[in-house]
């Protein structure tokens, strides 16, 4: 199916200011409060997160992020003199309703561009659809089969698993450790980010000596730990997973008094971590983060610096709670789709795809984002920042 979306309605939304729908519902329908008050003149931009359900302290800073941010583009003038109306679903993390929130955007709201895809799950699933619909669309998720091979019409604003992994043995391979246990979840996250260190480890010289997975959905992973405790000669443990379960595992290691190296993956990037799993537990955990946990940290000159303290300010503001890591990749995927408006003057999807990936230069809170033909994350290892949590703080390895 290919449809070229004109320039769509402006919908003054009220409540969340969004079209959301209930986790819950087998068959998913908007609030019938989404369309009231339509105006004419304005740009449509989509996005289906996962507001609730197992990942909602991935997609609930997300949501928030677009509705503070369209509201303060619109305030300003909108883009190029035209309104942005945002049509926001809540997946719950549920890749069948992704889906279909996704074919609703398209072929229902009449959207120029998406953005979402809070899981590796979800964004699967919105991926085939904007794909064939040659609509836009940015992700919030991390799997390196996002973009890989590229897709005309994809692009995302997390670091890849894979990176993780190599920044992750990095750092190993820099505290002269070689023998590692790795326990990672069974979700398309977890699942991914172990199969990307699998591949990768040898390049380091390390070796992984014991190799554990659990479901996400498990409430303890003591026997896993247990074993992965017992393999010979083993010096840090590594584990690949997002969600709740990897701090249940952190819990789990402090439990045990494992007392090696522990490592977590940027899926898990976030101060909600540390409140789960626990700061005495927490404590010493290091993992590959973004600027926007350490921006306090930030030096002079950092070109992350401005955007970071601009987007931290405004969303602590209006919501009192602390940013993070997730809320930032929504906050970068909604700098990188109207600066492609604005630069390309049209509000065509074709056009903004073009603007998208002739994108080069621009500083998020995440990273600095240069797109091309054959890169569609736009980002290199320069933007992860090694951290570690100390006395219940994120903290930059040194």
Not at 72 to 84: M, Q, R, V
Not at 171 to 198: N, Y
Not at 354 to 372: M, R
Request: aromatic share 6%; proline share 5%.
């Amino acid at each position: 199916m290919k449809r070229v979306i004109a320039i769509a309605v402006f919908a003054a939304m009220v409540g969340l200011g969004c079209a959301r729908t209930s986790s819950d519902d087998a068959t998913p329908t908007p609030d019938k409060t989404a369309s009231a008050k339509i105006s004419s003149g304005g740009i449509k931009i989509g996005a289906s997160v996962s507001a609730t359900g197992p990942a909602a302290f991935l997609g609930d800073p997300e949501a928030k992020t677009l509705q503070m941010l369209v509201d303060e583009l619109n305030a300003a003038g909108g883009i190029n003199g035209e309104k942005i109306s945002l049509v926001l679903y809540d997946d719950g993390g549920d890749p069948n309703k992704a889906r279909t929130f996704a074919t609703r955007l398209v072929e229902n709201d009449g959207v120029v561009a998406i953005i979402g895809g809070t899981t590796t799950g979800t964004t699967m699933s919105i991926l085939a659809v904007a794909e064939d619909a040659e609509v836009p669309f940015v992700s919030l998720a991390g799997a390196i089969d996002i973009i890989q091979p590229v897709k005309k019409f994809t692009f995302k604003t997390p670091h890849t698993d894979r990176m993780a992994c190599q920044k992750i043995f990095e750092d190993i391979k820099t505290r002269g450790f070689t023998k590692i246990g790795m326990i990672s979840g069974t979700d398309g996250f977890g699942a991914s980010m172990r199969a990307q260190c699998k591949s990768v480890v040898g390049d380091y010289g390390i070796e992984i000596v014991a190799d554990e997975t659990y479901d996400p959905k498990d409430a303890d992973m003591t026997a896993q730990l247990t074993k992965i405790k017992g393999a010979p000669g083993i010096q840090a443990v590594l584990n690949p997973g997002f969600g709740q379960g990897p701090s249940i595992v952190t819990r789990n290691y402090k439990q045990l008094a494992i007392g090696l190296p522990f490592y977590q993956s940027h899926g898990v990037a976030s101060d909600g971590f540390i409140e789960l799993a626990g700061a005495p537990a927490a404590e010493g955990v290091r993992l590959p983060g973004t600027a926007l946990l350490v921006a306090d940290l930030l030096q002079n000159g950092d070109p992350q610096k401005a955007p970071v303290a601009t987007y931290k300010a405004a969303f602590e503001a209006k919501y009192a709670i602390p940013v993070s890591t997730f809320g930032g990749y929504a906050n970068d995927a909604f700098l990188i789709t109207t600066d492609a408006i604005k630069r390309a003057g049209s509000a065509k999807p074709a056009a903004i795809r073009d603007a998208i990936e002739a994108t080069s230069n621009l500083a998020g809170t995440t990273g600095v984002y240069s797109f091309g033909p054959t890169d569609h994350l736009g980002l290199n290892q320069s933007a992860f920042r090694m951290l570690e949590i100390k006395n219940g703080k994120w903290t930059l390895v040194e």
